[in-house]
């Protein structure tokens, strides 16, 4: 099936640092949603976007629509150990189903 | 907490079994999305339900069959399994079937099977 490219595929950053992470695809998407997955829990969302070119924000975490359609970013300010996870990126074609087709994750890891 | 329940947490089963999974949407939601999580594949949607009919299908195996009862919970039963049907599998829900905004999909925790 298909995934989205994810990049990083994973990192270590400093308490602290901020954190970006990116989100392409091959194709267009009318809704982008970034999750964050804990070991052995489910995706939660973090945050959606509706609109080419929006941004929006959840916290320390802001999220982008990429102009094109096909692209999504997600930053992190001030990172800190709970920050740890897998984040996903997921893009969403409005329709008749919602069906949505996930990134290859990005593995956060954060030091003290 | 999502308010999507799964059940079981945790299934171990012979290759050549069969196996149903359970899924209870969040209060007033009518759609049940279906997800497989592999380390080879990543998350991928199998198959949707609304109000008790097949709205959408994905990456579902034949051998993989889906239902939604009246009072909305989900069922995944999954039979002549194989090792490589290891997997979490996944259920979220949402309100409408369409996407869109305040219709965003949240999870359950999941159930991870395992088959020996």
């Known amino acids: 099936g298909q995934q989205l490219n994810q990049s990083p595929q994973s990192m270590f950053i400093q308490e602290g640092e901020d954190v970006s992470m990116n989100c392409t695809s091959s194709?267009?998407?009318?809704?982008w949603l970034w999750y964050k997955q804990d070991p052995g829990e489910g995706p939660v969302l973090l945050i959606a976007l509706y609109k080419a070119g929006e941004l929006t924000s959840n916290g320390r975490l802001t999220a982008q629509f990429g102009i094109t359609r096909k692209d999504s970013f997600l930053n992190i300010s001030a990172s800190i150990p709970s920050d740890v996870g897998i984040y996903f990126c997921?893009?969403?074609?409005?329709?008749?189903?919602?069906?949505?087709?996930f990134g290859t994750g990005t593995r956060l890891q954060v030091t003290l | 907490d999502s308010g999507v329940t799964q059940t079981p947490k945790h299934l171990i089963t012979a290759t050549g079994q069969r196996v149903t999974l359970r899924c209870s949407p969040r209060?007033?939601?009518?759609?049940v999305y279906w997800y497989q999580q592999s380390l080879d594949q990543g998350l991928q949607f199998l198959i949707q339900y609304y109000n008790g009919e097949e709205r959408a299908k994905g990456n579902i195996l034949e051998r993989f069959s889906a239902q939604q009862f009246p009072d909305l919970h989900s069922e995944l039963n999954l039979s002549s399994l194989e090792l490589g049907d290891s997997a979490l599998y996944f259920c979220a829900s949402t309100l409408s079937p369409y996407s869109g905004s305040q219709n965003e999909q949240f999870f359950g925790p999941g159930t991870r099977l395992t088959v020996l």
């Open positions: 194709s267009i998407f009318n809704t």
């Open positions: 997921a893009g969403m074609l409005t329709g008749t189903a919602s069906k949505l087709t």
């Open positions: 209060s007033g939601d009518l759609s």
